[in-house]
């Protein structure tokens, strides 16, 4: 079984940060690129930021790129979502996902956590 578990998500004031967390546990043999989306009430879901495998190579969407950091740290299985000068816009449920493969599968996946809510007040 594979479990992603994001933390650190809470109410914050515009210009604020926050840092989320996500860990990945249970039989996994080898995780591939990890994400963060954002889902906010009445929209599509979107993607906020990924990262390679290695930690080599990101991407973000437009509207974060300069306050948003996405790394990784491969031994504890954690992605994490740094959020810098956050606005109301902001404000979303986000989902953490990580294409992997566990031990014992023969192909690779893609498994989402929970979500974390973040709200920004103006």
């Known amino acids: 079984q594979v479990q992603l578990v994001e933390s650190g998500g809470g109410l914050v004031q515009a210009g604020g940060s926050l840092r989320l967390s996500c860990a990945a546990s249970?039989?996994?043999?080898?995780?591939?690129?990890m994400a963060w989306y954002r889902q906010a009430p009445g929209k599509q879901r979107e993607l906020v930021a990924a990262i390679t495998s290695g930690g080599s190579t990101t991407n973000y969407a437009d509207s974060v790129k300069g306050r948003f950091t996405i790394s990784r740290d491969n031994a504890k299985n954690t992605v994490y979502l740094q959020m810098n000068s956050l606005k109301p816009e902001d404000t979303a449920v986000y989902l953490c996902n990580a294409d992997l493969s566990a031990f014992g599968a023969a192909d690779i996946k893609g498994y989402w956590g929970q979500g974390t809510q973040v709200t920004v007040s103006s």
């Open positions: 249970g039989k996994i043999f080898r995780i591939n690129a």
